[in-house]
């Protein structure tokens, strides 16, 4: 009796799969990719402080680096007439698992049904549209840095908190489109969700990689486009769990316990070309809402960026950006603690070049200056804020290759 | 042979005419017989890819330089690496392919009288009637 029924599984199962293997609109799996190796040149940071007696001098040689910053491979097979996989593996600086560097990360993998321009459904781990810059962040080849607006940096997602924070990285349901208007307008919208911040990450929390609370990730862009011209804005919201505590006389004193406190991202941006001149600009802000209001964690970021095509091939580059941060800080007066709350800023003027040699292959060069400063009122123990600077140079060339 | 001289002129004076003309063809079965230039430019930065009958758009660019492909690309307002930039960032954000780029307008015409949902371009003086024209540039775009 089981073997009837066992042929027939497998006849249903052969015939299913070569009907799903000769949809209409199957293309073959198309593989292409590209990576960015760069040669940076870091000066040595100079620290400053207005109270040495509470900080210590902070100090970083100079070093110079060659580095494979990042290689993406991606796999693109369209499935039927109206729909498409996409996935994108990417590594960063010079990953090498033996040697613990770097990293391996998959960072796209998701399906596309394409209804219409107007109307596209992506589900699956995707990079959600934000502001202009974030879908295509980790897209060398187009772009003219070496060192991305610094929230987008990538390469410095191992040891700048801004990067993971600031914009979202991950949804895994989008829907977008463009609406065709009047007078040559497009209206652009985007709509995604996706996880909450709060995912576990190792094997004492569980099973990895996923969402520890009953929250999610719900955001989106809308945008208006007009021949060269780009304008949008874009927002998210998500629920943030925190905690950071002080141990006093033995006993856990929380000074921070947000327990899926409401976190909001508005952003806006603006792009447009005249000719040889480009500019793109963006604004991020970023605040946490919290019951408590000792505790401040907000803070924005904006940065601009005018380019002039010299040639069809070469593209000089000027850019400013800007980032502040406020985040709360303890003054340990035994035996109680204040929370006061500190204000950063960075400062990252830069500067730079990229040739299109052809096709394929893009030489870049660029400068950096980084400037940052923090400071820390030291009230209510002395009316006095304690100021820390520190400033270093980044000269760095690259090569990005499309393969 | 009174009467041939004007008449060979008159073709010889039309041949000049569309010498430097570029037309932009179609399939006979994309359902459109004229195209704006914004519909123009949507589809070649592939920003549209289906006809209003839901069918793909399928895109042709010619491969070699000359006056027809610097005419095609003034009519747009786009240079030819400014295009590939365009075609660069689709492809890595969303995967979808640049145009195909054919060797020659006597290749384009025959691509595009066998793609179903096809649009493309060669000069005016080339096309017949096994293909649609939907817009005629004229020489006066090649500046």
Not at chain 1, 155 to 162: G, H, I, K, L, T
Not at chain 1, 202 to 223: C, K, M, N, W, Y
Not at chain 1, 225 to 251: C, M, P, W
Request: proline share 5%; aromatic share 14%; with cysteine.
């Amino acid at each position: 009796m089981r073997l009837p029924i066992l042929r027939f599984f497998l006849i249903f199962l052969l015939w299913g799969t070569s009907s799903l293997l000769s949809q209409k609109g199957e293309s073959p799996l198309k593989i292409f990719g590209y990576f960015q190796t760069s040669f940076q040149q870091w000066t040595e940071l100079k620290f400053k402080t207005s109270h040495p007696e509470i900080f210590e001098p902070e100090t970083q040689p100079a070093n110079n680096t060659f580095n494979t910053q990042q290689l993406n491979t991606f796999f693109r097979k369209d499935l039927a007439r109206d729909w498409r996989a996409f996935i994108n593996f990417e590594i960063l600086n010079t990953f090498s698992s033996a040697r613990n560097w770097g990293s391996f990360n998959l960072e796209e993998a998701w399906v596309r049904y394409r209804a219409s321009d107007q109307f596209k459904l992506q589900i699956g781990l995707l990079i959600p549209i934000f502001n202009n810059l974030n879908e295509i962040k980790n897209r060398t080849p187009i772009l003219p840095y070496i060192v991305r607006p610094i929230v987008y940096e990538s390469s410095f997602s191992e040891f700048f908190d801004p990067v993971e924070i600031v914009v979202p990285n991950r949804a895994w349901i989008q829907v977008s489109g463009s609406i065709p208007a009047k007078y040559n307008l497009k209206y652009d919208y985007a709509v995604y969700l996706g996880n909450s911040p709060n995912i576990s990450r190792g094997q004492e929390e569980g099973q990895s990689g996923v969402d520890t609370t009953a929250t999610f990730l719900i955001g989106g862009r809308l945008g208006i486009r007009y021949k060269d011209l780009k304008i949008g804005i874009s927002a998210t919201h998500d629920r943030v769990n925190q905690e950071e505590k002080f141990i006093i006389d033995g006993n856990p004193v929380y000074l921070i316990n947000f327990d899926e406190a409401s976190r909001i991202r508005l952003g806006a941006d603006l792009s447009f070309r005249i000719q040889k001149f480009s500019f793109e600009g963006e604004y991020i802000k970023l605040d946490h809402k919290d019951n408590d209001p000792d505790i401040d964690f907000s803070g924005y970021f904006i940065y601009g960026t005018g380019g002039i095509n010299i040639t069809d091939h070469l593209l000089l580059y000027a850019s400013y950006q800007y980032l502040e941060a406020k985040f709360p800080f303890f003054l340990t007066d035994i035996p109680s603690v204040i929370i006061n709350t500190s204000v950063q800023d960075l400062k990252l003027p830069t500067f730079g070049i990229a040739y299109h040699l052809n096709d394929r292959i893009v030489f870049k060069g660029q400068y950096a200056k980084v400037i940052l400063n923090d400071d820390f009122p030291l009230t209510p123990v002395v009316d006095e804020v304690a100021s820390t600077n520190s400033k270093f140079d980044v000269f760095a060339i690259a090569v990005s290759v499309f393969f | 042979m009174k009467i041939l001289i004007p008449i060979v002129s008159y073709f010889i004076f039309w041949s000049l005419c569309s010498f430097g003309q570029v037309a932009v063809i179609a399939n006979k079965d994309v359902p459109a017989d004229t195209i704006t230039k914004s519909e123009l430019i949507d589809m070649y930065t592939l920003e549209i890819g289906l006809w209003d009958s839901g069918r793909n758009i399928v895109v042709f660019d010619l491969k070699p330089k000359g006056e027809v492909k610097d005419t095609f690309y003034n009519y747009l307002g786009k240079s030819t690496s400014r295009m590939k930039s365009i075609w660069m960032k689709k492809l890595l954000s969303s995967g979808d392919d640049p145009p195909p780029a054919i060797e020659s307008e006597s290749l384009m015409l025959e691509k595009i009288k066998k793609t179903s949902g096809a649009i493309g371009y060669i000069s005016s003086a080339m096309v017949d009637e096994e293909v649609k024209i939907l817009v005629t540039i004229p020489e006066s775009n090649n500046q």
